[in-house]
């Protein structure tokens, strides 16, 4: 079963965590800088724009629109959450709670999104609910994370659309300022980032080479999509000290103790993925902060 966690709703632009960590100096130098930094390197350099996070439109009543499903027992809840890579659920003692038009309210925001409601009371000891709850759950690290209590009682359907958007997390990721948000506050230690220009003619092919690849690393390593071709991704990637010139790359980092390795590649290669992945989890070519590398250059000269 999934471990559930208590979780707060996304982080108001006036709450980004720009305080904890410094940025860049003049000189470029980089300071040993606090674990997961890269993440509040980009949360502390860009803003949630205004329409991603008031972006909270009707259901469509159209005959393609899409519903939660009904979930009656528990077995067709665990059927529903494994066939999705991310999936909401409405657990609920009674189906008239407001929050049930809550639901179906932000439901067609996103369609690449599972939705599920649920007043089984079977249903609802098979996952720990013990009072009105919405759920999310996640194939990519096997989380299941809650919004409840006074979370819940003070949810809207700005809050709700933050609080999927933050933690729409998949076998490949793409990086911005919303998932930046879910990934500082997953469990999984190791980011795996393919810098790459979404708009070039051999993304896709490499973007599918990509995903058989995170499948090999699935609850270990997060897969993550910087776009090189998006301007508010420039410092994400200067902090692998990547030439644009050296692009397309894999980065991969550690937030425990920021340590992190870069390859530059022509094209993304399964087994070239795992070998550098591997490596890394084993300790191989290391690089930690750039202090530490600018000591081995100063050696060299």
Request: with cysteine; hydrophobic share 40%; aromatic share 8%.
């Amino acid at each position: 079963m999934p471990q559930s966690i208590n979780c707060r709703v996304g982080c108001p632009e006036s709450e980004a965590p720009n305080t904890k960590t410094r940025v860049w100096s003049e000189s470029r130098k980089m300071e040993a800088m606090p674990s997961r930094c890269l993440f509040l390197l980009f949360l502390s350099t860009c803003k949630l724009s205004p329409e991603v996070v008031a972006e909270v439109q009707e259901s469509s009543d159209g005959p393609g629109a899409q519903e939660p499903m009904r979930l009656t027992d528990v077995q067709a809840a665990m059927e529903f959450i494994a066939a999705a890579e991310v999936a909401v659920i409405g657990f609920f003692q009674d189906s008239e709670v407001p929050a049930v038009s809550l639901i179906h309210s932000v439901v067609q925001n996103f369609q690449d999104v599972s939705f599920g409601i649920s007043t089984a009371s079977e249903v609802l000891a098979h996952y720990n609910i013990t009072g009105n709850t919405i759920s999310l759950f996640r194939l990519v690290d096997n989380k299941q994370l809650d919004l409840k209590g006074e979370d819940f009682e003070s949810m809207d359907a700005t809050k709700l659309s933050r609080f999927i958007e933050s933690n729409n997390l998949r076998l490949v990721t793409e990086y911005n300022a919303i998932t930046a948000i879910g990934l500082f506050n997953s469990m999984i230690p190791i980011h795996l980032l393919l810098i790459m220009n979404k708009a070039s003619s051999e993304f896709e092919e490499n973007l599918h080479r990509f995903q058989e690849a995170a499948k090999l690393f699935q609850g270990r390593i997060f897969f993550i999509l910087v776009d090189s071709g998006v301007k508010q991704n420039e410092k994400a990637i200067s902090f692998f000290k990547l030439k644009m010139a050296e692009l397309p790359a894999l980065a991969i980092y550690q937030t425990l103790d920021d340590k992190w390795d870069t390859l530059p590649i022509t094209e993304v290669l399964v087994e070239q993925v795992q070998n550098f992945c591997d490596g890394f989890l084993k300790g191989k070519g290391l690089r930690q902060n750039h202090e530490a590398e600018e000591k081995t250059s100063k050696v060299e000269l």
